[in-house]
Structures are given as C-alpha cells and as structure tokens.
C-alpha cells in the first residue's frame, strides 16, 4: 500500500508550517531580529512596562529564554530594565525609543510575511483558514 502524503492533512500542514517558517525567519532577518526578540518585543509593544514573567505569559517563552532574549535586546538599546520598586527581585522592562521604532517597523516586516505567505488566499479564505486552525490547535 502507497501513502499519498499531499492527501495527509497533517503533511499538507507540516509543509505549509515550513515554508511559513522561512519566510518569517527571512522576514525578522531583514530586520535584524529573531523570533524570540520578535516575541517579546510584541509583548512590550503598548505597554508602559512588563515584568520578564508578564512576558514570557505573553510570548509564551520560558522564564530562561525571555532573560536571554530581554538581555541580548537591552545589549543592543532596545529595552531597558529596571528594578520594580514593589518586588525586590522583579526586573520590568519597556522599550526604549530604539526599540519602539523597531517594533513599528516589525508591525510592516510582519504584514508583508502574512502577504507572502498567503498571497493566494482571499481576505476571505484567509480568515476561514485562521479559524479552522485554531480549531485545530485547540482540539
């Protein structure tokens, strides 16, 4: 017996989540970040300011990769960090202007990735297609 794999959901799904990964990396590249810094950049985008723990719940990254990530962004003058006054060992970060400017910038990276991505579908189809995933996700 032959699986025809183009027939597996799944393999249809597995081979859309690769090319939309590349494209995405290919994308955050040309902006000089990657995903986690993308991530939590999202998290801090309209916020004053976040404890590292508010974004990892947000990004939905572990404790260690979001002081990885908050460390190697506040390197680079994107975030800024500080003690909370309130809790002696929680640091909260915010943007700075560098990486508010960055995270706008992100919002248009974005946007031409979910055009490339899915230049084929309708703003219809697009929106069928993100509630059937959810469906999935959530099953």
């Given at each position: 017996?032959?699986?025809?794999?183009?027939?597996?959901?799944?393999?249809?799904?597995?081979?859309?989540?690769?090319?939309?990964?590349?494209?995405?990396?290919?994308?955050?590249?040309?902006?000089?970040?990657?995903?986690?810094?993308?991530?939590?950049?999202?998290?801090?985008?309209?916020?004053?300011?976040?404890?590292?723990?508010?974004?990892?719940?947000?990004a939905a990254l572990d404790p260690r990769d979001v002081t990885h990530t908050v460390r190697?962004?506040?390197?680079?003058?994107?975030?800024?960090?500080?003690?909370?006054?309130?809790?002696?060992?929680?640091?909260?970060?915010?943007?700075?202007?560098?990486?508010?400017?960055?995270?706008?910038?992100?919002?248009?990276?974005?946007?031409?990735?979910?055009?490339?991505?899915?230049?084929?579908?309708?703003?219809?189809?697009?929106?069928?297609?993100?509630?059937?995933?959810?469906?999935?996700?959530?099953?």
């Amino acid at each position: 017996m032959s699986l025809d794999l183009a027939s597996m959901p799944t393999w249809v799904l597995n081979s859309a989540a690769v090319r939309s990964h590349q494209i995405l990396q290919a994308g955050l590249a040309t902006a000089g970040v990657n995903g986690y810094e993308f991530r939590c950049l999202s998290a801090l985008t309209g916020a004053d300011q976040l404890s590292q723990t508010d974004i990892g719940a947000a990004a939905a990254l572990d404790p260690r990769d979001v002081t990885h990530t908050v460390r190697a962004l506040e390197s680079r003058g994107l975030v800024s960090r500080s003690k909370d006054p309130k809790h002696g060992r929680r640091q909260l970060v915010s943007l700075t202007p560098q990486g508010q400017r960055i995270a706008e910038h992100l919002t248009d990276v974005m946007e031409g990735v979910q055009n490339t991505v899915f230049r084929k579908l309708s703003p219809d189809a697009r929106a069928t297609l993100v509630e059937l995933l959810e469906h999935v996700g959530r099953a």
